[in-house]
């Protein structure tokens, strides 16, 4: 079946160790993105990509590196300078002006702590 | 500064009744809205999208409506059931550039 598979669904880290979140999706779209979810807040957007080797800061970009080397996954790392990085991440994507205009399509999440 | 605002945290309303939410937008235009629903630990889904030049917008049990005057996004549930507990956000392109910014939703819950 078609869809976006984030890993792993839960994910320990001490302070100051770098973590990578996995997303892999097999739709075929040429955008994806990453956001972050805390409690009682809405959907914040970390970093996105529109093709393959290119990638834009979304409005919490500190703290997080990505990269796109291939159209089926956009891998997030949650680095040591992220203050702040317990919180639910999800991965999106969707194909820009297509049929619902933009609509996105979400993994399961991924729900990083730091004991 | 820019905001996108749905009414509020939480709704509860008894099953049958009609449920709305609603999602305030500042300082934008956007090309058109999108509503998702998320249940916990869930990611969001997909409900509608409504267009700036679309008044308003159906789909089964759900009605979607919006003003690019008032600035405003209306969603509807009409003959809710406990089924439809979930928290739902809007979302609005608002660079029109592809990159989706969300409300914080608004969490119903329809009481039986």
């Known amino acids: 079946d078609g869809g976006i598979t984030q890993s792993p669904k839960y994910l320990f880290r001490k302070e100051g160790q770098n973590v990578t979140l996995s997303c892999e999706q097999n739709?075929?779209?040429?955008?994806m993105y990453w956001y972050r979810q805390d409690p009682g807040q809405g959907l914040r957007l970390i970093y996105y990509?529109?093709?393959?080797?290119?990638?834009q800061k979304g409005d919490i970009a500190e703290g997080y590196s990505v990269s796109r080397e291939k159209k089926e996954s956009f891998p997030l790392t949650v680095t040591s300078a992220q203050k702040n990085p317990t919180a639910f991440y999800l991965c999106?994507?969707?194909?820009?002006?297509?049929?619902?205009?933009?609509?996105?399509?979400f993994g399961e999440g991924s729900r990083l702590t730091v004991l | 500064s820019q905001k996108i605002e749905q009414n509020s945290e939480a709704l509860n309303i008894q099953e049958g009744k009609t449920a709305t939410l609603t999602c305030n937008y500042t300082?934008?235009?956007?090309?058109?809205l999108q509503w998702y629903r998320q249940d916990p630990g869930r990611g969001p889904v997909f409900l509608l999208l409504?267009?700036?030049?679309?008044k308003e917008k159906r789909k089964e049990r759900l009605k979607v409506t919006f003003d690019t005057t008032l600035k405003q996004s209306l969603f509807h549930i009409t003959a809710s059931q406990p089924a439809d507990s979930a928290t739902y956000l809007c979302?609005?392109?608002?660079?029109?550039?592809?990159?989706?910014?969300f409300g914080a939703g608004t969490r119903l819950t329809v009481k039986p």
């Open positions: 739709l075929n779209h040429d955008a």
């Open positions: 999106a994507s969707s194909i820009p002006g297509g049929p619902i205009t933009g609509e996105l399509f």
């Open positions: 409504i267009r700036e030049n679309e």
């Open positions: 990509s529109q093709i393959v080797n290119d990638f």
């Open positions: 979302a609005l392109d608002i660079y029109n550039n592809n990159d989706m910014r």
């Open positions: 300082n934008y235009s956007p090309a058109y």
